[in-house]
């Protein structure tokens, strides 16, 4: 009896595995960012489908390194961690105009991105937030645009505070379908000027 337990919870393991490697095989790299944090790297599937306008703002920003060094300026304990403010206060945002609001049917679950805004719905520009519990008392008011597939053990450990006293960082933002491009630009122009 102890055996047969025992190669069940075996196989369930490898099921796990392979669900989880066939998921992170799936994503595609042109919707797929690499959050870079101080305790590792985080992937986030972007959702283009439900929400077109935001993920094209928030690659365009991810490719002109408008992120990096962004601090987490809200952190609340069993709720989410907010970014995207260059000014660390939670009131700016890029020099882009703000975006009109793309809400959807996505539930705001444990992992989920959503475009911060003010009070109006189409107040959307820069600043985002990933849920650290359920939090579909936001649907509906928030506009889903990813979806945290790897790492939220990475996320669970940003610095909490409103704000954090020493408040984390992202260390690097990149869309997936760029990784390693910028390293190989210099000899890649180096090459074209010979």
Not at 36 to 44: A, F, R, S, T, Y
Not at 136 to 163: A, C, H, K
């Amino acid at each position: 009896m102890l055996k047969t337990i025992t190669l069940l919870l075996g196989s369930l393991l490898i099921m796990t595995a392979a669900a989880t490697d066939t998921k992170a095989a799936e994503l595609d790299p042109e919707n797929t960012l690499l959050l870079d944090l101080k305790d590792g790297q985080v992937k986030i599937k972007l959702m283009p489908d439900i929400a077109p306008k935001h993920v094209e703002r928030i690659k365009k920003l991810t490719r002109e390194g408008f992120y990096d060094g962004i601090v987490w300026h809200r952190v609340i304990d069993g709720f989410m961690a907010q970014t995207g403010d260059p000014t660390g206060t939670g009131m700016g945002g890029s020099e882009l105009p703000d975006l009109e609001a793309e809400f959807n049917d996505y539930n705001f679950g444990r992992g989920t991105i959503g475009a911060a805004r003010s009070g109006s719905p189409d107040s959307a520009n820069s600043q985002w937030f990933i849920c650290f519990d359920d939090c579909s008392f936001l649907n509906n008011q928030y506009t889903v645009w990813g979806q945290v597939v790897e790492g939220m053990d990475i996320v669970n450990d940003i610095t909490r505070g409103e704000p954090p006293k020493n408040p984390d960082k992202i260390v690097k933002l990149q869309v997936a379908a760029d990784a390693g491009k910028s390293e190989d630009a210099p000899a890649e122009k180096k090459a074209a000027a010979e």
